[in-house]
């Protein structure tokens, strides 16, 4: 769903990996840090996709999608991600989670346009 | 870890729900919802934890973690539950994905104190 900041998958099954963090006060370079791994991701053999979320108290989730564990290993290595990694233990992150989870089935809903748009819906009638 | 947000789940294997959503303008009772989804999630059988975040563009994730497919099929068709879902497609979401997935293995980091409290290690010493 390229409008909404989902990400558009394939069928299962196929893998996430699930990375809860709290940041530290403070951007120090994180924004760009983690603007440039969501780019170098989507370069990576195997990547399906990506989302992420910050909530204002610094609590953030992102999910990467990936076709197998091959795929997430190789990410993992992959140079300046190891750096990021490292950088983000010593100085953005107070804590973090990585779940690596096999998706089984998956589910969308998209909201008919007459729910998303009544203003054009409007103009059209 | 209670003090950041972050869900202390057991040892794998376990399973994720993650749910991916794009909000339509407006709270509409929304936020009152969610708290109470999560309160009574948080009641149910199987349940491990629940992480969540929102970024200000209406992209939202909330990662739950259950004991088994068991549990969440008990989560899903909860009575209350079910009927925030149907509000959810009528109202409050233009778009979400669910993924339900069995976690394989996790890591966890947790930033030394020196890191996180550099006034405080000052004051001590």
Redesign the interface.
């Known amino acids: 769903?390229i409008d909404?900041?989902?990400?558009n998958?394939p069928e299962?099954p196929y893998y996430?990996v699930?990375f809860?963090?709290?940041r530290?006060p403070g951007d120090a370079g994180y924004g760009a840090m983690a603007e440039r791994m969501a780019e170098l991701a989507a370069q990576q053999p195997g990547y399906l996709g990506m989302?992420?979320?910050?909530?204002a108290?610094?609590?953030?989730?992102t999910?990467s999608y990936w076709k197998d564990e091959n795929a997430i290993r190789h990410w993992k290595r992959q140079a300046e991600h190891l750096a990021a990694q490292q950088q983000g233990?010593?100085?953005w992150?107070?804590?973090?989670?990585?779940?690596?989870?096999?998706?089984?089935?998956?589910?969308?809903?998209?909201?008919p346009l007459e729910?998303?748009k009544p203003a054009f819906r409007e103009m059209k009638g």
């Open positions: 769903m909404s900041g989902l990400s998958t299962p996430a699930i809860t963090s709290q530290t989302e992420s979320a910050r909530s108290d610094g609590v953030g989730i999910v233990r010593k100085q992150y107070s804590a973090y989670d990585i779940r690596v989870a096999r998706v089984e089935r998956a589910y969308e809903f998209i909201a729910h998303l």
